[in-house]
């Protein structure tokens, strides 16, 4: 079947520190790989999302890169800010039919000034 | 555009008693879904649909049933409350020919 493996949390840092989130999945066909946040009281969103092997996405800051060879696409930023404090949700869709996005278990990100 | 919108926000219920979670978006996007959150569990799909008039299971339909009479908007009903429903809901729509879902702000319900 198709499955994401996030790190457990929570993941402590001081402000301006390098975060390192680490996802792993498995799946049938090519999957389509996104990091979605969400912070404290509010819904998920994108944050950033690769589509094929080799691929990078960023945003804000974050970068994850698309490696097929591990089936890893690891979140990363070098210098942490408070306001990043959030969980962060790995989730992979596979392109066929109604592309059910299948999520990690999350991250719990704390930052501290 | 207001994106994807929940109703209510919060909900406490008895065991037994009925609701329903309403989900609208503006964005004319084909496909609705609605997950629930719990704890250390990600989210998990209930129910889907991939347009007007069309419902289909996710992977924990039981105890909820859903409806799309309109393309904007996508109902959850819970017809017997029961405690392991207890859950943060959301709903999230994606356009035809897109990866990416955009969700809602959540309905955070308890049954006690």
């Known amino acids: 079947g198709n499955s994401v493996t996030q790190m457990e949390g929570p993941v402590t840092l001081s402000e301006e520190a390098f975060l390192t989130i680490n996802c792993t999945y498995t799946a049938t066909g090519y999957p389509s790989l996104f990091w979605y946040v969400q912070y404290p009281g509010e819904g998920l969103q994108l944050l950033l999302k690769a589509t094929k092997a080799d691929d990078k996405g960023s945003n804000k800051g974050f970068e994850a890169t698309y490696r097929k060879e591990t089936t890893s696409f690891h979140l990363e930023k070098g210098s942490v800010q408070v306001s990043d404090s959030a969980v962060y949700f790995c989730?992979?869709?596979?392109?066929?039919?109604?592309?059910?996005?299948?999520f990690g278990t999350g991250t719990r990100l704390l930052v501290s000034p | 555009n207001a994106g994807v919108t929940q109703t209510p926000k919060f909900r406490v219920l008895k065991t037994g008693q009925s609701m329903t979670l309403l989900c609208a978006q503006d964005m004319n996007h084909e496909y609705m879904y609605w997950y629930r959150q719990d704890p250390g569990m990600g989210l998990r799909l209930i129910h889907y649909s991939v347009g007007e008039g069309t419902t289909a299971k996710g992977e924990v339909p039981d105890g909820y049933n859903v409806s799309r009479l309109k393309k904007q908007n996508f109902l959850l009903g819970l017809e017997s409350a029961a405690p392991s429903q207890t859950s943060v809901y959301f709903c999230a729509s994606r356009g035809s020919g897109e990866d990416t879902q955009y969700f809602g702000p959540g309905t955070r319900l308890t049954v006690l």
């Open positions: 989730a992979l869709t596979l392109n066929t039919g109604f592309q059910k996005l299948v």
